[in-house]
Structures are given as C-alpha cells and as structure tokens.
C-alpha cells in the first residue's frame, strides 16, 4: 500500500514543455524529502531536483536551473515537476523518490531515499 506513481511523461519537441507528477499512497510526501532523478540510455542515474521536508526550499542540478521548477501541494500528497525549454539532452526515464535520512535538500546517494516511483519516460525530438 505505501505507493509512488509517477505519471505525466511522453514525447515533446525541443522548447516544448512537461509537467511530471509524484503521487504518493500510503504515506503523507510532507514528512519526506522528496527528489527527481533521472536516467538516460546508457548512463547513470543522476539527481535533477529536490524538496525539502522542513520549508519547501528546493535544488536544481545545473544542467535544468532557470527551466525546470518543483513543487509540493500538500492537499493532493503530490509533488510536481514542471518541465519547460526542454532539451533533447532531457531525455530521459524520470524517478521521483522520498527519503527521510535528511530534511533539507544535500546529496542525492541512494542511501537518502526510502522510496522509489515506477519511472516515466520523457522524450524530446524534432
């Protein structure tokens, strides 16, 4: 029953924009941090985003900084990434995960994270 279901992905041209919801059952997201990561084809997973548990502050990792933003609504136990100007350097699996070792936004190491969605595709081509 303790549930995260990723959904929103799919495929977008260049500049076009996504917007990735993390809908969390079983579990209230406000107690968690809570990060985006993503992986592309042959590389490894990297952290994109992060919401803090303690007062909404947030990190990007440089490569998304001034284009994606995320975004926690309490009420629906969901937290958001809205995607826009993407790249097909974007492309990529995205995860949403919820962790409880920290509080604040720090690393994103595996370690911090207790929970994982399903993933969901995000493609962007012309």
């Known amino acids: 029953q303790l549930q995260l279901v990723e959904s929103g992905g799919g495929l977008v041209q260049p500049g076009g924009s996504l917007r990735l919801s993390c809908a969390a059952s079983g579990f209230t997201l406000d107690h968690y941090l809570i990060s985006w990561f993503r992986q592309a084809p042959g590389k490894e997973r990297e952290g994109v985003s992060c919401i803090s548990s303690s007062d909404g502050s947030a990190d990007y990792a440089d490569s998304v900084k001034g284009r994606f933003t995320i975004s926690r609504d309490s009420a629906k136990n969901t937290v958001y990434l809205q995607m826009n100007s993407l790249k097909p350097e974007d492309t990529a699996i995205y995860y949403c995960?919820?962790?409880?070792?920290?509080?604040?936004?720090?690393?994103?190491?595996?370690?911090?994270?207790?929970?994982w969605g399903q993933g969901t595709q995000v493609t962007v081509s012309s």
């Open positions: 995960a919820a962790g409880s070792v920290f509080n604040t936004c720090s690393g994103y190491a595996p370690y911090e994270y207790d929970y």
